[in-house]
C-alpha cells in the first residue's frame, strides 16, 4: 500500500471478528510504531498487551461497569470543557453519525463502547505519572504510527478513551507500575462487515487551520 493510501484510508474500526491477529504480527507492528520520534528519543510509552483470555476477561469486565453506569476517570489529566474549536468538530462528527447511520446502527456504535468493540487484542499505552505535555505528544505520535503499520499489514484498529475509562479492570491484568499512566487504549483485529465500521468522518479545509506566511 502507498504510504497516501494508508492515511486516507485508515479509519476508526468499531466491530471486530473474533478472528485473532498473529501474535507476531502484532510485535512487528509495535516495532515498526517504535520508530515513531519522541523528544531527544526519550520513548515515554510502555506497552501492555492483552489478547486471548485477557482480552475477553477485560471486555466482559468493562460490559459489566458500563451496564452498570460506574463513574469512569483517567490517570491523566481529564478532558475539561472545548475549546470552540475542538467542540464545533466533535458536533459536527456527532451530526455525521446520525446522518450516515441509521438509528439502530447509532445505538449499535454507543453499544459497541461498553463492548470494547469486541476487540481480540488491545494495547494500552502508558506515559510517565505527571508526564510533560510532550511526552503525551510523543506517545499520540507512537499510537498515530501504531495504527498506520496496523493498517499497512492488513489489521484494522480504534484509538479509544473508552478502553481506558475503568483503569483498575486493566491493572488487574499487568503489573503496571504506579509511577505509570494508561494514557489511552488501542483495539486490533479484523473489521465485521458491519455499518458502523462504514462511518467516515470529514476533516476541516486546510485554509481554516492553516496560515502560511513569507509567499
Ligand atoms: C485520543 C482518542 C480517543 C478516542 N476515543 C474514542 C472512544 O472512546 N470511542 C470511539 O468510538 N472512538 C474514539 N476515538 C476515535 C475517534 O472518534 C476517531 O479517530 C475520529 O472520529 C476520526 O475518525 P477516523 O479514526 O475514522 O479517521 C478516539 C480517538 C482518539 C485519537
Not at 33 to 57: C, D, F, H, I, M
Amino acid at each position: 500500500m502507498q504510504p497516501t493510501d494508508l492515511l486516507t484510508q485508515r479509519h476508526s474500526t468499531r466491530r471486530f471478528t473474533n478472528q485473532p491477529v498473529p501474535l507476531d504480527l502484532l510485535k512487528t507492528i509495535i516495532t515498526e510504531a517504535q520508530r515513531s520520534p519522541s523528544w531527544e528519543n526519550t520513548q515515554p510509552w510502555k506497552l501492555y498487551l492483552a489478547v486471548g483470555q485477557t482480552a475477553a476477561k477485560i471486555r466482559n469486565s468493562h460490559a459489566a461497569h458500563a451496564q452498570a453506569h460506574d463513574k469512569s476517570w483517567t490517570e491523566v489529566v481529564p478532558p475539561k470543557e472545548w475549546a470552540a474549536h475542538p467542540q464545533a468538530n466533535m458536533d459536527q462528527w456527532s451530526q455525521d453519525l446520525k446522518s450516515q447511520l441509521s438509528a439502530p446502527d447509532v445505538d449499535d456504535f454507543m453499544q459497541a463502547q461498553g463492548q470494547l468493540f469486541d476487540a481480540p487484542a488491545i494495547l494500552y499505552i502508558t506515559i510517565p505519572k505527571d508526564a510533560s505535555s510532550y511526552s503525551v505528544y510523543d506517545a499520540g505520535g507512537f499510537g498515530n504510527s501504531l495504527v498506520l503499520a496496523a493498517y499497512n499489514h492488513g489489521v484494522d484498529s480504534v484509538t479509544a478513551y473508552e478502553f481506558i475509562r475503568f483503569p483498575a479492570e486493566v491493572r488487574e491484568q499487568f503489573a503496571i507500575p504506579a509511577d505509570e499512566s494508561l494514557l489511552i487504549g488501542i483495539g486490533l483485529g479484523y473489521a465485521t462487515n458491519s455499518k458502523v465500521n462504514k462511518f467516515q468522518t470529514q476533516r476541516e479545509p486546510l485554509a481554516d487551520i492553516l496560515q502560511i506566511s513569507g509567499q
